[in-house]
Structure formats: structure tokens, C-alpha cells
T-cell receptor
Framework: DVKVTQSSRYLVKRTGEKVFLECVQD?????MFWYRQDPGLGLRLIYF???????EKGDIPEGYSVSREKKERFSLILESASTNQTSMYLC???????????FGSGTQLSVL | TQLLEQSPQFLSIQEGENLTVYCNSS?????LQWYRQEPGEGPVLLVT?????EVKKLKRLTFQFGDARKDSSLHITAAQPGDTGLYLC?????????????FGKGTLLTVNP
């Protein structure tokens, strides 16, 4: 089975800190995604990557950046965390654009 | 941004009842996926529908894609407590940058024993 692993289940950070969320998949998938999930707003796409070193902005990229230096790893970076970035962050991957998404279990980030 | 509207937002029913949730858009999608998400976990794919008018069955769950590929429904027969969860529909765009999926906000289903 495909495994998408997010480095932390829960994370508490202070306003202004630089935050790294890591995601690793073990099935040589081309595409990787970062979503945030908020009550009443559903899943919103932050960034995605369709191949190594390639990235595209999703619907809400402001305040975030990403890095994909290796195929299996996709990192989400909050350059200066703010309280409105408190959310559940979900990483997903898929083999290619015709295939289904596999999600990690999520990272619940609280910015105080 | 192409929107997917899901209804109802919340649904609480008794075990054994039937239910239908809806996913509607004004846009055409090349395919539509349904996911279920349980508390503390990421969404898991239930089904993908591709052809207008397509009907797929997964045990007690029946999925239908609208003829115009703008809407979809999920019907559950004789719901069980194990069906409790957040049901999400997601549409894949045709043409252009078709890497992205657009997600609806979800239907939170609670099945009471």
C-alpha cells in the first residue's frame, strides 16, 4: 500500500516563527500536494508539484512556500507563522494526473 | 476558481435509514471523485466516475455522475454507524492545468446506533 507520511501529527508554534512541514511518499509518485482544511471551508490547495523541482501555486499560496528537491519529499514552509495559519495541513500524492490521491494523516498546526 | 457545492453540510440519521448527498457545480468536470474522511485521518478515495450518466456501486453506496458531468450524488442504503464520516467530492478539470482537483466543503454524516 502507498504510504504518505507527515512528519508531525501536532505542532505548536509562536507567531513569527519559521515552520517546516515535511511530507514523504514511498511509491515514486510524480505529483504531490499541500492542502489546508478548516471547518466550513473544506480543503483548499496551497501548492502542488508535478515533478521534482517543479511547483505551482494553488488557490491560497500567500504566506507559504514549498520545496521539492527529491521526488519522495515535499516540504511546506511558513516563512513567518501567523495565527490565521492555524489549521489542519494535509499532504497528498498520486502517481500521475489520471490517478487518485493518497493523503497523509495530517498535521494539526497551532500558531499562538 | 471552479466551485463544487455539497449538500447537506450536516446529516444526522439513525442506523438503517437511507440518505443521499449531493455535489453540484456550474462547471463541467472530466471526472469526479468521492472521498471519505474519518476523524484524525486524511481522506480516502471511495470511487471515481468519469462518464456522464455513469452509476457505480460499492456495497451499500451508489454513486452517480450527472449526464452533463456537472453534478454527482452519493446514496447510502441502510446506513450503519461505520458509515459515519466526512464525505468529500472532488472534481478534476478538463483542459488547461488539469493537475488540480477542486474539493467541495463536505457533508458530515453521523449515523446513530
Amino acid at each position: 500500500d502507498v504510504k504518505v507520511t507527515q512528519s508531525s501529527r501536532y505542532l505548536v508554534k509562536r507567531t513569527g516563527e519559521k515552520v517546516f512541514l515535511e511530507c514523504v511518499q514511498d511509491m515514486d509518485h510524480e505529483n504531490m500536494f499541500w492542502y489546508r482544511q478548516d471547518p466550513g471551508l473544506g480543503l483548499r490547495l496551497i501548492y502542488f508539484s508535478y515533478d521534482v523541482k517543479m511547483k505551482e501555486k494553488g488557490d491560497i499560496p500567500e504566506g507559504y512556500s514549498v520545496s521539492r528537491e527529491k521526488k519522495e519529499r515535499f516540504s511546506l514552509i511558513l516563512e513567518s507563522a501567523s495565527t490565521n495559519q492555524t489549521s489542519m495541513y494535509l499532504c497528498a500524492s498520486r502517481l500521475n494526473r489520471l490517478e487518485k490521491l493518497f493523503f497523509g494523516s495530517g498535521t494539526q498546526l497551532s500558531v499562538l | 476558481t471552479q466551485l463544487l457545492e455539497q449538500s447537506p453540510q450536516f446529516l444526522s440519521i439513525q442506523e438503517g435509514e437511507n440518505l443521499t448527498v449531493y455535489c453540484n457545480s456550474s462547471s463541467v468536470f472530466s471526472s469526479l471523485q468521492w472521498y471519505r474522511q474519518e476523524p484524525g485521518e486524511g481522506p480516502v478515495l471511495l470511487v471515481t466516475v468519469v462518464t456522464g450518466g455513469e452509476v457505480k456501486k460499492l456495497k451499500r453506496l451508489t454513486f452517480q455522475f450527472g449526464d452533463a458531468r456537472k453534478d454527482s450524488s452519493l446514496h447510502i442504503t441502510a446506513a450503519q454507524p461505520g458509515d459515519t464520516g466526512l464525505y468529500l467530492c472532488a472534481g478534476a478539470h478538463s483542459g488547461g492545468s488539469n493537475y488540480k482537483l477542486t474539493f467541495g466543503k463536505g457533508t458530515l454524516l453521523t449515523v446513530n446506533p
